[in-house]
C-alpha cells in the first residue's frame, strides 16, 4: 500500500473536553469548569440566565428555585457534579419555544402577583412543581410552597395559582 | 434632535416651571441621555425629558423613581399617560437614571425632581409634577395636528394615542410625533384634566414590569454584569467598630480565577453611616462569583473587636435607671401630665419593647461600579441615588455630570438601600482594582453587617376620671436613635424616634411626650415606615390595656378618643393636618367588615389597631385564633384613605404587602448579639413567615376621595403588629408587650 506523503497539517486536533453534561431548557450543555459549582452560579455567571436569582444560601428562601428532572429544587445547594444527565428547567424555560407564557406566568400577571418582582420567578418554579403533583391543590397543598417573599405578595400568588389551575383544567377537558 | 433645539427646549421647560412655580427642576432636560438610546428602540422623536413617540405610536415614557416593589413605575407612567391621552396597551415604561447636570462648583443640579423611594414621597411628588409633563406633551402634539390639518388647535381633541379633528379626520400620535418635537414649545404650562375626566388615573393597572418578572427577563441590578468586569465579595468585620488583626490571603491568591486581594480600610467613624462602608474587610476579586466565595472562605482572618456592643437585654436593663434621669428630648408637652395624673381617679401603666430587627430586603446588597478618568457608571438597589452621586463624587473627584447612576428595579428595599455604604466599597474596589467591579453581598453578609432597626422601649401611663375619660397621658420612649452616627447633634436625634403631633397627641388634655436616647454600637438605620413602624405598636395596644382596665370596649374606647372630626396641625412627613374623623371613620369600616360587635364563642380573638402614617388614614383588624400551640391568622382588613388613589391594584398590593410584612415581622423577627457579633446568620434563624403562617387573604377598603394622593406603600405596616397583639390578647387572654411576639406569647402561655 503506498504511503500517503506525512505533512504537517498545522493543526492541533482538541481533545474533546470532559466535562458535565447537563439539559437546560431543552438545550444541552457541557461544564467544563469547577466540578463543585453550585448551579445557580453556572447559571447566572456562565449560561447568564438570571432569572434564578441569589436569595441566600442555605436552600431557605427559594428564590433559585429550579426544577431538576420536573421536580423541585434549589440551585444553591445543587453541585455541578451531581447534575451529569440531567434535565434542568428555570423560569426561563416555563414559556414554551413560540413565547407562549405557562398558564401560571399568564395567572401571575393577571392576579398582578409581582411587587417588587425579586421572589416571583422561584415561586412559579415551585407553583409548577406543586401543579405537577397535585393539578387542584387546595389552600393547605399551596401552603406548602416554603418561598419567601418578603414584600408579602402571598395572597396573590395564591390567588394565581388557583387561576392557573383552573384554567388548565378546562383546557384539558 | 439638533443642539439648538434642544437648547430651546430647555429655555422653554424654564419657563414653564417658573409660570407654574412647580418644581422646575422637574422640567429640565438632563444634560446627558438618561437611558443609551439603543434601549428605547426606533425612537424619532423626544417630547420631553420623560416622553418619546416612535413611528408606530408607541410612547416611550420615562419613569424616574426607583422601583423597589412600591409600584412607582407603574404609577408614574400612569399619571404622564393619563394626561396625554395614551393607548395605555401602547405604552411602554422604561426606568429612567439619575437626572444630574453641573451646577458649577462641583455641585449637581438634579433634573428630574423626585428620584428617591423614601417614605411613600414618590407618588405625591408625581402627581404635583408629572401631570404637566404629560399634558404638555400633549400639547405639541394637538398643535402639530392643527399645523397638518390648517385648523384651530383649540377644535381638536384627543382619544387613546389620536388627534381627533371636528371633521371626523384622525392622526395618530405616532404620525405626528416629528413634527411636535420640532414645534416651538408653548410659553405657559398647558391646563391639566379635571378629575372628572380620568380614565387612567383611578382604574386598576398591573406592573409595567410584570410580563418581564415572570419570564426571568427582568434585570435587577444583581442580574447584570459588565463584560469586564471582576466580582468581589467582601469578608467584613462582624464586630462593629472592630479591625483587622491577622490576615493570611495565600491560599485565597492561589485559587485560579482569583485577580485580587483588597483590603478595606477601617471606616472613620465621624464620616455618617450610609456614606461610607459600614465595616472594615477583607476583598476577593475574581473572574466570577463561585470563585471569590471560594476564595474568601480560604482567607485566613482575625479580627479585633471595637468596643463592647449592647444587646437589647443590656440595654433593657439599663432602663429604670435611664427613666429616673431628666429625658434627653422633651418632645411635646401640653398642660400638667404630673398633676393631672395625681388627680386621677386611676391609672394605667405599661412598657412595651420594640426588637432590633434587620432588612433582609431578598435581593442583597450589590453594586457594580465602573471608572474611567472622566466617567462613572453606578448599577445597584438604591433607594437614595442623590446619596450615591456624592458617595462617588467624594471618592472619585468627578463632576456631577460625568457621574451615571441607573436605577434597575430593586428587589425590595425596606430602606436597607437608602444607606450608599454598597456603593462606597463598590466604588473604592474599583479605584484600586482599576478595572469594573461587581460587588455582591451574601444573605449572611447582609445579616452580620446592617443598619438595623432600632432597638426601643416605651414606657406609658394614663390617668383617667371617674367617667374613664382620659385626662392624663405620658409616654416615654427610649432607644437607639437611627440618626446616631450620622452626622446629626445629639439634640436632633429625637427626630427618627418620636413624632410629636402622633395621635392621642392633641387629643388629651395632659399630654407628655418624652426621648431618652440609648447609646449602641450596633449601627442603626431606616426601616420601613420609620419609627412609626414600631411606634404604633406601643400606643394601639396601650390603648386596648386601658380599654380592658376600665372595662370599655376597645372600639369604642378608640372612638371616644377621636371624638368629632377635628383637624389637627401635624408637625412632619404627612403634614400640615391631621383630621381626626378620616382616622375614626377607617377604624369603623374596619370594624364592620371583621364583624366587631358579633358575638362569638369560637376561641377567636378580634384586634384593632389604627395609624396616621405619612399622610395615610389606616385602620387594621385581625381574627385569630390559637390552634393547639400554632397561632392562626383566620381574616385580616385593612382599611385605608390614602386621598386619590392612582392605581388601586397597586395600592392594594401595597397595603396587603405592608400588612403581611408588619405581621412577619411581628411573629418572630429579632436580631440579637453573641460574643460582641450579631447571632443571626440566614433565613433560617431569622425566620420571615411564609404563606402558611399568615392570613390566606387580606381585604383592603379604600375610601374614595378627592384629596391629594399620598402614596401607599409604608401605610400598611405600623398597624398590623398591634391588631396582632390585641387581638391574641382576646383569643389567650395573654398580654404580649413585646415585638416579636411569638417568643413571648410561647414564654407566657
Not at chain 2, 526 to 550: C, K, M, P, Y
Request: charged fraction near 25%; charge should be neutral.
Amino acid at each position: 500500500m503506498p504511503r500517503l506523503p506525512q505533512t504537517d497539517p498545522g493543526i492541533t486536533p482538541e481533545p474533546i473536553r470532559t466535562g458535565i453534561d447537563v439539559a437546560i431548557n431543552g438545550e444541552n450543555f457541557r461544564h467544563t469548569g469547577d466540578p463543585s459549582m453550585p448551579l445557580l452560579w453556572y447559571l447566572r455567571d456562565v449560561l447568564r440566565l438570571t432569572g434564578c436569582k441569589y436569595g441566600c444560601e442555605d436552600a431557605t428562601c427559594g428564590a433559585c428555585s429550579v426544577l431538576l428532572d420536573g421536580k423541585l429544587a434549589r440551585a444553591c445547594e445543587l453541585p455541578m457534579e451531581k447534575l451529569q444527565g440531567h434535565r434542568i428547567t428555570t423560569v426561563e424555560g416555563l414559556a414554551n419555544a413560540k413565547g407562549d407564557l405557562h398558564p401560571l406566568q399568564q395567572a401571575w400577571i393577571d392576579e398582578d402577583a409581582i411587587l417588587c418582582g425579586y421572589c416571583q420567578p422561584g415561586m412559579l418554579i415551585a407553583a409548577a412543581d406543586l401543579l405537577a403533583r397535585k393539578s387542584d391543590p387546595s389552600d393547605d397543598d399551596i401552603d406548602g410552597i416554603k418561598n419567601l417573599c418578603r414584600c408579602g405578595s402571598y395572597p396573590r400568588v395564591r390567588a394565581a395559582i388557583h387561576n392557573a389551575a383552573a384554567g388548565m383544567k378546562g383546557a384539558r377537558k | 434632535m439638533s443642539a439648538s433645539h434642544d437648547a430651546s427646549r430647555r429655555r422653554f421647560l424654564k419657563v414653564l416651571g417658573s409660570a407654574t412655580g412647580a418644581l422646575i427642576v422637574g422640567l429640565q432636560l438632563p444634560a446627558r441621555a438618561d437611558t443609551p438610546d439603543e434601549l428605547l428602540g426606533d425612537v424619532v422623536s423626544r417630547l420631553n425629558p420623560y416622553v418619546r413617540i416612535e413611528p408606530d405610536g408607541t410612547i416611550v415614557i420615562g419613569a424616574r423613581d426607583p422601583e423597589t416593589g412600591q409600584g412607582i413605575r407603574t404609577a408614574e407612567a400612569r399619571i404622564i399617560a393619563e394626561e396625554m391621552d395614551a393607548d395605555w396597551p401602547r405604552v411602554r415604561v422604561f426606568p429612567m437614571a439619575l437626572g444630574v447636570e453641573d451646577a458649577g462648583n462641583g455641585e449637581p443640579r438634579w433634573t428630574l425632581g423626585h428620584q428617591e423611594a423614601r417614605g411613600s414621597t414618590g407618588v405625591p411628588a408625581a402627581w404635583n409634577d408629572l401631570r404637566v409633563v404629560g399634558a404638555s406633551a400633549r400639547e405639541l402634539l394637538v398643535r402639530a395636528a392643527a399645523q397638518r390639518l390648517g385648523v384651530d388647535a383649540r377644535s381638536l381633541h384627543t382619544e387613546l394615542g389620536k388627534v381627533i379633528a371636528p371633521d371626523g379626520r384622525i392622526l395618530g400620535y405616532g404620525e405626528l410625533a416629528g413634527d411636535a418635537s420640532a414645534l416651538p414649545p408653548p410659553n405657559l404650562a398647558p391646563a391639566v384634566k379635571s378629575p372628572d375626566a380620568f380614565r387612567l388615573i383611578g382604574q386598576d393597572a398591573g406592573d409595567v414590569d410584570a410580563r418581564d418578572i415572570v419570564t426571568g427577563r427582568q434585570l435587577h441590578a444583581i442580574d447584570q454584569m459588565p463584560g469586564s468586569a471582576l466580582v468581589a465579595v467582601i469578608a467584613r468585620c462582624p464586630y462593629p467598630g472592630g479591625t483587622l488583626g491577622k490576615l493570611d490571603a495565600s491560599a485565597a491568591r492561589a485559587l485560579k480565577g482569583v485577580e485580587q486581594i483588597l483590603i478595606i480600610p477601617k471606616p472613620d467613624a465621624s464620616v455618617p453611616i450610609g456614606t461610607r462602608p459600614l465595616a472594615t474587610g477583607v476583598a476577593v476579586l475574581a473572574d466570577d462569583t463561585w470563585t471569590a466565595l471560594r476564595a474568601r472562605d480560604l482567607l485566613q482572618i482575625e479580627w479585633k473587636p471595637g468596643a463592647l456592643v449592647q444587646s437589647d437585654d443590656a440595654l433593657a436593663a439599663t432602663l429604670d435607671a435611664r427613666f429616673e434621669q431628666a429625658p434627653t428630648t422633651q418632645v411635646r408637652n401640653d398642660g400638667d401630665y404630673d398633676h393631672a395624673r395625681k388627680l386621677a381617679h386611676r391609672a394605667v401603666q405599661a412598657r412595651y419593647r420594640i426588637a432590633t430587627v434587620a432588612h433582609a430586603e431578598l435581593e442583597p446588597p450589590n453594586c457594580i461600579a465602573e471608572l474611567d478618568a472622566d466617567r462613572a457608571l453606578i448599577v445597584a438597589p438604591l433607594q437614595n441615588p442623590r446619596g450615591a452621586l456624592d458617595v462617588v463624587q467624594t471618592l472619585t473627584g468627578l463632576r456631577p455630570s460625568q457621574i451615571e447612576i441607573r436605577l434597575p428595579r430593586s428587589g425590595g428595599g425596606m430602606g436597607r438601600t437608602l444607606d450608599n455604604d454598597h456603593v462606597a466599597e463598590a466604588v473604592m474596589l474599583a479605584k484600586a482594582a482599576k478595572k469594573p467591579v461587581k460587588l455582591i453581598w451574601t444573605r449572611s453578609d447582609a445579616f452580620a453587617n446592617d443598619a438595623y432597626r432600632p432597638f426601643a422601649v416605651h414606657d406609658l401611663v394614663a390617668g383617667l376620671d371617674r367617667k374613664n375619660r382620659i385626662t392624663a397621658w405620658r409616654q416615654r420612649i427610649a432607644s437607639t436613635s437611627r440618626l446616631a452616627g450620622r452626622g446629626e447633634p445629639r439634640e436632633r436625634w429625637w427626630l427618627s424616634e418620636a413624632h410629636p403631633d402622633d395621635p392621642p397627641a392633641g387629643l388629651i388634655e395632659n399630654f407628655q411626650l418624652d426621648w431618652f436616647a440609648l447609646d449602641s454600637n450596633l449601627p442603626r438605620g431606616n426601616w420601613r415606615a420609620g419609627s412609626h413602624g414600631v411606634n404604633a405598636f406601643a400606643v394601639q395596644v396601650f390603648l386596648d390595656e386601658i380599654a380592658v382596665a376600665t372595662k370599655q370596649d376597645p372600639l369604642q374606647l378608640r372612638l371616644n378618643l377621636l371624638g368629632e372630626p377635628l383637624q389637627l396641625p401635624y408637625r412632619g412627613h404627612g403634614g400640615p393636618v391631621l383630621d381626626t374623623g378620616r382616622l375614626a371613620w377607617v377604624l369603623k369600616l374596619a370594624a364592620d367588615a371583621i364583624g366587631w360587635t358579633r358575638k362569638r364563642n369560637d376561641g377567636h380573638g378580634l384586634g384593632l389597631a389604627f395609624h396616621f402614617t405619612y399622610g395615610g388614614y389606616v385602620a387594621h383588624a385581625l381574627e385569630v385564633s390559637m390552634e393547639g400551640d400554632k397561632l392562626v391568622m383566620h381574616r385580616c382588613v385593612v382599611a385605608a384613605d390614602l386621598g386619590r388613589v392612582i392605581n388601586p391594584l397597586g395600592a392594594r398590593a401595597s397595603l396587603v404587602g405592608a400588612t403581611l410584612d408588619g405581621l412577619s415581622t411581628a411573629l418572630g423577627l429579632r436580631i440579637t448579639l453573641k460574643d460582641g457579633r450579631v447571632a443571626q446568620q440566614g433565613f433560617k434563624d431569622y425566620p420571615l413567615a411564609t404563606m402558611a403562617q399568615l392570613p390566606r387573604d387580606v381585604q383592603v377598603i379604600l375610601v374614595p376621595s378627592n384629596e391629594a394622593p399620598t402614596g401607599a406603600y409604608e401605610m400598611g405596616l405600623p398597624g398590623a403588629a398591634p391588631a396582632l397583639a390585641n387581638a391574641v390578647f382576646i383569643a389567650t387572654t395573654v398580654r404580649v408587650r413585646s415585638l416579636p411576639i411569638l417568643p413571648e406569647l410561647m414564654r407566657l402561655l
